[in-house]
Structure formats: structure tokens, C-alpha cells
């Protein structure tokens, strides 16, 4: 929802995305090229990269599509 | 022990916090700078989701009802998230390891057909008459006494509700985080005091919808590891029934949701399929979600009929997919959770899991799932979750208090000519208000812990004859006012009659329940049965003695007497019917598969 003139919700959840998605995302990166995995069970998995990627992107398509001025 | 009904007594998962609290000596997790970050980080937004609204609530329209401007999709999700709160996220992923997927009743048969009921059938009354509250469609149905009852028995509840929710939860992060409970009130008390008294309602719905993406985001990934450790479901299945036979894990049906419930004796719950049916899915389930002005505030803020048609269509959906995380990761647990040693960990009672004992109770499940496969930033995504479903559940209750109070009790009882600008401030220092006595109630309940039962058993009391009422005024022209009254009134005094008849003597609960075998969960179901029978019977009975109100009167209140507007048309995938009739499909199929 956009309500006139202001900002939508999806904007702000876009924006709360791309910065958790980011920091886990990197810590993720940070893990695969050190090799430091975390002490949880399947960390060969490195969910961080891919989960922390997958919020990343949604919370920038989120953030860019609903950004304010733009109708939503 | 008590029993956490953070939701109108929809929830009946036990948690005992005091029992918690004594095994706070080493918490569960630990969390690093990242988790830290990622705890503040949304701190900050909420709060600033609260500052940046302000501005769009300056008429007791925009205050209350969040100017009626949301979208299907938001106040649905909205609806769906004033229910999820981390009480119930934890509390459920512990029924689920001890008594397996019996748990996901209370999310399929306890929940989906009284939403669609909800967006199908009564919102378009609810709607047209453009209440602001379930207490002011009373009002306009039945007059000032049953709406003034109403009111103040909801006003009264919810907030000592959210003070009873406000202790639990600050003693569940004393256990898991270790943090100190003052800390834990104050800081998040504070938070959505904060947010909500500057954006009202419309600030309790964005930062529902927000917590609802962050609850999803954080408890999802769970499962899915899960799932990956264990092969998929049927390998799932395959390590249980390996467990069970080799006797690691008690016998028993944990992956069947409907072949036990012949018999109160065949399932580890003690209910017969009648009362999860007649009074799970019909006298608690409708009574909560059609009747709590907590939930039905939410979708009352969409911007057109269709949307308030659709918002609980939507919500439906997702409410059917909560079991994935919440039921699942219970269920794991009793596969894949491991002592220090390697050998299977088991979960246990809370009055069992002790202080030194080294023993978890089942209501930890979660978040040992949560250390078990998070990783830093992920763990405290997950944490962040926990405390969005709290925060959202007692917006949820300090919203709904602020709307009745300011509608329903102080314009009509104590300032008939109040201005708007006057009902807004009211609004906001009522919010303020309903913190405070929240946060009196959680230290209150903490000096005596005794008092926890008798908050959650009242505030049950109130919802499945407010059901009984709200419906035969709904459906039948004839209902009279002295019908609406007295049928509220003994149908409360039935429910609580027979809640202290078994307070008194536990024997009673075959009376109550029909059977010897009936178990503690039983009971909340039949009381509530017995509570809408005698509401309506009541109000069938003293309508018929007393004079109806003109035909006139009730227009936009009672079906056959109300003209639905006219809705444009749409494509098939935006008709409110054709996903109603999605959600029912797919709330079958669910049931059949788990059967």
C-alpha cells in the first residue's frame, strides 16, 4: 500500500531486508573464504550465503520498487 | 504451572515461567555482535516507523482505524500477525514435540474456517455499519448494556493480557538470553508505547506486517535445515518410527492428525473429535477470530468492502502455513536433537526440568532448534523474531485497549461531545495507559504467579458468549436487546460457572467434557461449547418475550435486512470467492493428507 504522498510499508521492510540480508550475507562470504565455519550443525551448507542473498534481493526489489514518489 | 491463552484462548500451549526462571542460570544461546546488530537494527525501525506516521494520524479516523486506507494484503497479514506472537511460536513448537502434528489442530480446524466465515459471511455487517469496534456493533445491534459489558470486558482483559504476556516473555528471554527481566519489560514496553501512541493504529499494522516478514524470515530457515538433516518427511517419518522402536521416543501417533481422536483415551491430548470440531473449530476458533475486536480491528482498517473481504482470505493462507514453522521444528526436534554426548536429547515437563537437573522442558525446542543450525546474524534474525511476535501481539492488545476505551467506554459514558482532536489525545494517553497497567500486571504476576491462572481463565470467559450474541444478532431480525444482554451475561456466568466447578473439583471435568477420559485441553473446548449454547439459547428464548426492534432500525446490522453494496467486478484471481474457495480446498486437503 502507498498511501498518498508517503511512503509504504514494503518500502520500509525493503529496507530492514537489504540490511539484514546484507550483514548475513557478508558474514556468510566471510565464513566461505576464511573456512571459520560457525559451531551449528550443517554449516557446510552455508545458509548465511544463501539465505542472507535471498533477503538481500527481495529486501532491493522491495526497496526499489516501492521507494517514495514512485506509485505502488 | 499455567497456561498461556495469549489469544482470546486460542492458544493453550503451558508455559511456566517460574519453573523457566529457575533453570536461568546458563542460557541457551549466546549471541555475538552480529545477532546484537541485528536486535538494535530493528529496534531502530520500529521506532522510526512510529516517528515517520505520526504525521498521518492527527483525526480520531486515522487514529483508531488507520484512516480505513489499507490494502487486502496488509490488513490481512496484519490480522494474521496480532496472532503470532512468540508465546504462542514457542509454546506450539512444544505441544508439538509432546504430542506430535494433534498441535496443528489448533492452526487448521482452530482457525481457517472461522476466517473464511469471518471475510465471507459477517464482515460485510460489520463493515456497512462502519463500526469502530466489536463492542460498537453491539451498540448499534442491542444497545448501550451489552455493548458497556462488552467493553469493559474486553478493555479490562487485554490489558492485563498483555501484561501476562509481557512477563512470560521477558522470563523466556531471561532463559534462552539470559537477560534480565527488567530489561527485557522496560525496553520493549517502551518500544510500542512508543510506536503505537505516535502512529496508531496504522503503526501497530505497518509494524505488524514488518514483524510478520521477520517472524517468516527468521523461524523459515528452521525447518528447512531440518529437513535436509533428516532426508525430507519420509525420512522424517522413517528415524521416528526407528526411535519409537527401539524405545527412544514414548509411543505414540505423532505425524496423524484426525485416527486418534475416536476416543479421549487414544491421543496423548485427551480430547474426542467432537470437541476438537464443535468446540475448537467452532465456539473458540469463531469466537476469537470473529469477535475479538483485537484481530477484526485489523481487517475494519481496509479501504473498501472487497478488501475486508479478502484480508482474513489471505490471512488464511499464511495461518495454514505457520505449522511449518512452528509444528515442524517441534516435530524435528524429536529426531534430531542431541545431548553434548551425542546420544538423543529428551525433552521434558517444565516442573520436571529443573535446576541442575541439565534437562530442557519441550517449551525449548525452538529455540535449541535455533543454536542447533543458526549462525551468527541468523541466530539473532531468529531471536528478532521471537521478540517481533511479542511486540506485534501487545501492540495488538494496546491498539484494540485505545479504540474501545476512547469509543466504547469514555464517549459514550464519560464525554458524550467530545471533540475529534479530544478523542485522539484520549487515544494516545490511552495507549500510554494500557502499557502501564501492563506493565503493573507483569510485575504484579510476578510477585504472585498464582494470579496468572485467573487473568488467562477470565479473559476466555468472555469470548465464546460474545460469539453466541454477536451471531443471532447477525442472523436473525428478532433478536431483541434484553436477548442480547441477557444472553451475554449468562452465557459469561455459565463459563466461568464451570471453570470453578473444576477449579473446585477436578472431578467435574467428565460432567463438562462427557467423558471420564477427558483431559485439561478438553476442558477450555466444552466450556466454551456449553457457554455459546446457553448465549444463544438465551437469547433466543428472552427475544421471543420481548419486543423486537423496528425492521428500520436494523438495516446494515442483520442479514436479510441489509443491502450489500454492489462490488465491481474483477479477473477470477482478485474475486474474494474464488480464493475462499482456494483456502477451503487446500484447508481439506491439508486435513486428509495429515489425516
Known sequence: MTTTGHSSIWFFIGILLTVYGAMIFCYGLYELATGHLANVVLANLHASVWWGGGMLILGLFYGIRFRPGRNG | ?595
Open chain 2, 1 to 595: 504451572m499455567y497456561e498461556i491463552v495469549p489469544t482470546g484462548g486460542m492458544s493453550i500451549p503451558q508455559i511456566d515461567a517460574h519453573s523457566l526462571l529457575a533453570l536461568a542460570t546458563s542460557p541457551l544461546a549466546r549471541l555475538g555482535a552480529l545477532d546484537i546488530a541485528v536486535i538494535v537494527i530493528y529496534f531502530a525501525m520500529v521506532i522510526w516507523i512510529g516517528f515517520y506516521l505520526k504525521g498521518q494520524a492527527n483525526t480520531s479516523e486515522e487514529f483508531f482505524m488507520a484512516g480505513r486506507e489499507m490494502t487486502a494484503w496488509i490488513a490481512g497479514l496484519s490480522f494474521v500477525s496480532a496472532n503470532l506472537g512468540s508465546l504462542e511460536l514457542m509454546g506450539w513448537a512444544g505441544s508439538a514435540y509432546q504430542y506430535g502434528i494433534l498441535a496443528a489442530h489448533w492452526y487448521w480446524i482452530g482457525a481457517i474456517p472461522a476466517m473464511l466465515f469471518l471475510g465471507m459471511v459477517m464482515m460485510p455487517f460489520y463493515y456497512v455499519c462502519k463500526t469502530h469496534s466489536v463492542p460498537g456493533y453491539l451498540k448499534l445491534r442491542y444497545g448501550q448494556g451489552a455493548s458497556v459489558v462488552s467493553a469493559i470486558s474486553f478493555a479490562f482483559m487485554t490489558v492485563l493480557m498483555s501484561g501476562v504476556n509481557m512477563f512470560a516473555m521477558a522470563e523466556v528471554m531471561k532463559v534462552v538470553l539470559g537477560w534480565d527481566l527488567n530489561f527485557s519489560i522496560i525496553v520493549s514496553s517502551l518500544a510500542v508505547a512508543a510506536y503505537v501512541a505516535l502512529g496508531g493504529l496504522r503503526s501497530a499494522i505497518f509494524n505488524e506486517v514488518l514483524q510478520f516478514m521477520l517472524i517468516w524470515g527468521g523461524a523459515l530457515l528452521v525447518p528447512i535445515i531440518g529437513m535436509v538433516e533428516t532426508g525430507g518427511w519420509s525420512g522424517f517419518k522413517a528415524r521416528l518410527a526407528q526411535n519409537i522402536a527401539s524405545g527412544a521416543t514414548a509411543q505414540g501417533d505423532y505425524t496423524h492428525m484426525w485416527r486418534s481422536m475416536g476416543h479421549f483415551t487414544d491421543n496423548p491430548m485427551g480430547i474426542h473429535w467432537t470437541g476438537i470440531v464443535f468446540g475448537l473449530g467452532f465456539a473458540i476458533s469463531f469466537g476469537y477470530w470473529t469477535t475479538d475486536f483485537l484481530v477484526v480491528q485489523r481487517v475494519l482498517a481496509a479501504h473498501n468492502l472487497r478488501a475486508a473481504r479478502m484480508a482474513p482470505v489471505i490471512g488464511s493462507f499464511f495461518k495454514m502455513a505457520v505449522p511449518f514453522i512452528v509444528i515442524l521444528p517441534g516435530l524435528l526436534g524429536l529426531v534430531v536433537l542431541q545431548n553434548p554426548n551425542g546420544t538423543l536429547m529428551h525433552l521434558v515437563p517444565q516442573n520436571l526440568a529443573t535446576e541442575g537437573s541439565g534437562l530442557h522442558s519441550y517449551n525449548e525446542v525452538l529455540p535449541l532448534m535455533m543454536v542447533r543450525y543458526m549462525a551468527p546474524g541468523l541466530l539473532g534474525l531468529g531471536i528478532t523474531a521471537l521478540i517481533a511476535g511479542f511486540m506485534s501481539g501487545m501492540a495488538g492488545n494496546v491498539s484494540a485497549f485505545s479504540a474501545v476505551w476512547t469509543y466504547d467506554i469514555y464517549q459514550p459514558l464519560i464525554k458524550k461531545n467530545a471533540s475529534d482532536e479530544h478523542l485522539v489525545t484520549i487515544g494516545r494517553w490511552a495507549t500510554i495507559l494500557g502499557v502501564v497497567v501492563s506493565i503493573g500486571t507483569a510485575y504484579m504476576v510476578m510477585s504472585a504467579a498464582g494470579i496468572m491462572d485467573y487473568v488467562q481463565a477470565l479473559f476466555s470467559f468472555f469470548i465464546s458468549p460474545l460469539l453466541g450474541v454477536v451471531l443471532v444478532g447477525m442472523f436473525w431480525r428478532r433478536a431483541t436487546k434484553a436477548g442480547g444482554f441477557w444472553g451475554l451475561l449468562l452465557g459469561t456466568l455459565t463459563s466461568v460457572g464451570l471453570w470453578a466447578w473444576v477449579k473446585a473439583d477436578p472431578h467435574a471435568l467428565r460432567y463438562v467434557a462427557l467423558s471420564p477420559d477427558a483431559k485439561d485441553m478438553a476442558e477450555n473446548m466444552y466450556r466454551a461449547l456449553w457457554s455459546v449454547i446457553v448465549a444463544m439459547g438465551v437469547n433466543f428464548g428472552v427475544s421471543l418475550a420481548t419486543e423486537p426492534k423496528p425492521a428500520a432500525e436494523l438495516e446494515g446490522l442483520v442479514y436479510g435486512a441489509t443491502k450489500i453494496p454492489e462490488e465491481e467486478p474483477v479477473p477470477i484471481y482478485k474475486n474474494e470467492w474464488f480464493w475462499t474457495a482456494v483456502a477451503i480446498v487446500m484447508f481439506c486437503a491439508l486435513n486428509v493428507y495429515f489425516w
